[in-house]
């Protein structure tokens, strides 16, 4: 898991507070606490559970110095710790809200390469990710519709609600780290405009256009075919030749 920047700001003063804490504890432990501090075990034992504020008692401070040292130990490492804690709970939040509402995050982004990347939903890219599965084939599922994505996830599918036309939207897939792109939406405008995203965002990446119907195909072949680019049409290909296609 990858730390974040505010997480990591937060866990780096923790640690020069305990720092702080463990060096003035050892330097004013002979003198100024109930019982001397007189290693650095005991200076860093009383550091922690002073800003943990665990507390047990043991030891304690019976001067003005040690008194004020205490109080400022307290504050400064409870500030810190439940800075640490925010950060840690917005940032699973986060991932979690994410996750409900279709969203891709940038932990999953970050594990995304040779993967195979499924743009839209209809009966072949479904067949398609069934074999992939079956395969232990590394996939996502890219559609724009949200009742589709809540059922696919449900079924365990790596799913993401986004809009195949939107550059915006797909760059988020690492597409030009992927194994291969199939693009199935059965309809002729989407399937142009997702196949020009896919041709900016991953130009060598291989491509399978599912053509449902010979204008499909006929508009994808008129924009002249790539040679990483391949249109199927489905009355001749069943998902599963396809899927063999890709090995």
Known sequence: ????????????VLILVVIFGTVFSY????????????????????????????????IYPV???G?????????????????????????????NVEKLSGKISGLERRTLSRHHVLIGTDFINQDIADKFRANKEQFIIVTADKTTADRYMDG???TYVADPTSELDM??????????????????????YALLIVRKLAPNVLTIVV?????????????????????????????????????
């Open 1 to 12: 898991m990858k730390i974040g920047p505010i997480l990591m700001i937060y866990l780096s």
């Open 27 to 58: 330097v004013l432990g002979p003198t100024n606490f109930n019982i001397p501090i007189n290693s650095p075990l005991t200076a860093l034992y009383f550091t922690i559970i002073t800003i943990s504020t665990v507390g047990y008692g043991d």
């Open 211 to 247: 053509a449902q119907n010979s204008e499909i195909a006929e508009r994808v072949s008129d924009l002249g075919l790539k040679k990483n680019e391949r249109v199927i049409n489905v009355s001749r290909h069943l998902a599963g030749e396809i899927v063999k296609s890709l090995k």
């Open 67 to 95: 008194r004020i040292f205490t109080m400022i130990l307290i504050l400064a490492g409870i500030s810190t710790f439940l800075g640490a804690v925010t950060a840690i709970s917005s940032d699973f939040m986060s991932k």
């Open 156 to 158: 365990g599918l790596r």
């Open 63 to 65: 001067t003005a110095v």
């Open 171 to 192: 760059r988020k897939f690492e597409m030009h780290k992927a194994k291969s792109i199939i693009i199935d939406l059965n309809e002729n405008s989407l399937t142009v």
